[in-house]
């Protein structure tokens, strides 16, 4: 009934740049934070980027500052801007979200199913 979907991922020559969304939608009241993971095959997923309800941001030092999140609170959509890509930036890019279904509800943490970004030459 709550669900996050990520989109804008792809083929992207180094140097080049990629904007992902993640849209959530169903039973939501509020979203409190909405963040970037990404997984390598083999590793670990490690946190990218992150916005509060404030406005907020926080980045990983893997990005330094060649990425930008940013957030739509009227379509609960956050995106995420990457430039100046490079191999080592390739992965599955996962979409996180703290949210509140109901108003006298705690809330509790959502993910999506990922999308694929390959930097390539």
């Known amino acids: 009934q709550v669900q996050l979907v990520e989109s804008g991922g792809g083929l992207v020559q180094p140097g080049g740049s990629l904007k992902l969304s993640c849209t959530a939608s169903?039973?939501?009241?509020?979203?409190?934070?909405m963040r970037w993971f990404r997984q390598a095959p083999g590793k670990e997923r490690v946190f990218i980027a992150g916005i509060a309800n404030s406005g907020d941001t926080n980045y990983s030092e893997f990005v330094e500052g060649r990425c930008t999140i940013s957030r739509d609170h009227a379509q609960r959509t956050v995106y995420l801007q990457m430039n100046t890509l490079s191999p080592e930036d390739t992965a599955k890019y996962y979409c996180?979200?703290?949210?509140?279904?109901?108003?006298?509800?705690?809330?509790?943490?959502?993910w999506g199913q990922g999308t694929q970004v390959t930097v390539y030459s």
């Open positions: 996180n979200a703290d949210i509140i279904r109901r108003p006298d509800f705690g809330w509790e943490s959502f």
């Open positions: 169903g039973e939501i009241y509020s979203i409190i934070t």
